[in-house]
């Protein structure tokens, strides 16, 4: 798994959030992935703010704890917080989720080096999958309506609790979002032509991890010069990668109409464990174009000359000329996939080739930019997540764009164009560089000779 997804469904977490304002979960830990230990809890939860514990159980409730401190393993004892609650909602009870203060109004949990303990309900019981309910204790409840009697757990998850904020005073990036402005770009790109001898189209590598929407970007500015949704990139929401082949795809104006000057490639997606999803190893060989289309590939096997689709003989025209990162902005990162992008990026850069990433899925990130797409520069919380990518992922800020891709749409929409269009843009002006680096580096050559 690359990315850690939530286990709560849509309506699940429509009702937690009804239980506060104007806020977003995000997730940190989730112990099928992380483990049921107190020690995974605490590696990834404490010092991380207002948190919310979900505990599911096999009778279909999700029940637990919100608290507005810190979980530092302090062993202080009781930990006061006079906003702490305990909460539960079920799929079998349609009414508004149960909500449970403290007997003193002050009441929160006890820190030390074990499971998340708000007296009621202590988690991660004996470091295992497992809760202990003794009501009375801090929170009064009824045992059914809490938790249905059921204390062993399916799944135990934490989110940080935060606030989406507004919008900013002014936008961190300029924008137009005018039919003008999409058929500006539109008319830039299908006239882009590089630079450099013998080479007719840039060619732009997609690389991220499994459902970030790698094959859906593609789709979507395929559409957008179609003008209605096509689906030609096989794209999905399972938890491995649905793309196996290494895929060029080029893009036509309209149907039937001239093939722009761009190749969009699409890649395996990266995952957790090092013997699945896209081989790092591979990546040089793609760089370097002596991979072609449609071969299929095979995470325990890095490709090798003598492997079928191998082409020895590489030029200019067949390299990538531009690398992209897609992350979906609403999810959270595994360790692992952080660790593989440092080697990914180090191989990039010595390579010398430009690298931009793109944050999908804005409009579900974000409650203000899923009402209005042109918020998205606007967005505080947006800026955030841009800030975090750049920082973990170690990605210059001025080289990460959002973007919301077409998913369930069945009509084109002016901004989600201007957004892709400009993402596109931005990777033709970095295949620029490159091809100006060849000219250089070519000509410091010849001056060598």
């Known amino acids: 798994m690359s990315v850690v997804k939530s286990s709560l469904s849509g309506e699940q977490e429509q009702k937690l959030l009804s239980l506060f304002g104007r806020v977003r979960l995000h997730l940190l830990y989730k112990a099928s992935v992380h483990g049921f230990e107190s020690d995974d809890f605490h590696r990834r939860c404490d010092t991380q703010g207002p948190t919310l514990l979900a505990a599911y159980n096999k009778s279909g409730y999700v029940f637990g704890a919100y608290t507005t401190n810190d979980y530092e393993e ?27 203060t403290s007997d003193d109004g002050q009441h929160g949990f006890t820190d030390g080096g074990h499971g998340p303990d708000f007296g009621a309900l202590k988690f991660l019981e004996g470091d295992a999958a497992a809760v202990a309910s003794n009501p009375g204790t801090g929170f009064t409840f009824d045992p059914k309506d809490m938790h249905g009697d059921d204390l062993a757990l399916t ?25 003008e402005k999409r058929e500006g770009l539109m008319d830039k790109i299908k006239s882009y032509r590089p630079d450099i001898s ?36 096989i794209s999905g929401v399972c938890g491995k990668s649905v793309t196996t082949q290494f895929r060029t795809f080029s893009i036509k104006a309209g149907k039937g109409g001239k093939v722009l000057p761009l190749v969009l490639c699409d890649t395996m997606g990266l995952e957790s464990l090092p013997d699945a999803g896209l081989d790092v190893q591979d990546l040089y060989n793609i760089y370097k174009g002596h991979i072609e289309d449609r071969y299929q590939f095979s995470p325990c096997t890095p490709l090798s000359e003598d492997a079928p689709g191998f082409r020895k003989r590489s030029t200019l025209k067949d390299q990538i000329h531009c690398v992209v990162y897609v992350f979906d902005s609403s999810q959270l990162l595994a360790d692992e996939i952080v660790e593989k992008m440092a080697a990914i990026r ?6 010398g080739i430009p690298q931009l990433l793109l944050m999908t899925k804005v409009d579900e990130a974000c409650p203000l930019v899923k009402e209005s797409l042109s918020d998205v520069y606007l967005s505080e919380y947006i800026y955030k997540k841009a800030q975090e990518f750049s920082t973990t992922l170690g990605i210059p800020l001025g080289c990460v764009l959002p973007v919301k891709n077409y998913s369930q749409e069945l009509d084109m929409e ?36």
């Open 155 to 179: 799944e135990f998850e934490v989110y940080r609790v935060e606030e989406f904020g507004g919008l900013l005073a002014k936008p961190w990036r300029t924008n137009t979002w005018t039919a």
């Open 74 to 100: 302090s062993g202080e004892g009781l930990v006061c917080d006079d906003k702490a609650f305990l909460y539960s909602i079920s799929d079998r009870k349609k009414k508004a989720p149960l909500r449970v």
């Open 198 to 233: 013998g080479v007719s189209s840039a060619r732009v590598l997609l690389v991220g991890p499994v459902g970030a929407g790698k094959s859906s970007f593609f789709n979507s500015i395929n559409s957008v010069f179609r003008g209605n949704m096509t689906s030609q990139a």
């Open 346 to 351: 180090k191989k990039t850069n010595q390579m």
């Open 414 to 449: 002016l901004k989600t164009d201007v957004l892709l269009l400009s993402a596109v843009q931005q990777m033709l002006h970095y295949a620029d560089s490159f091809f100006e680096n060849q000219v250089v580096d070519s000509a410091e050559a010849d001056m060598a000779l």
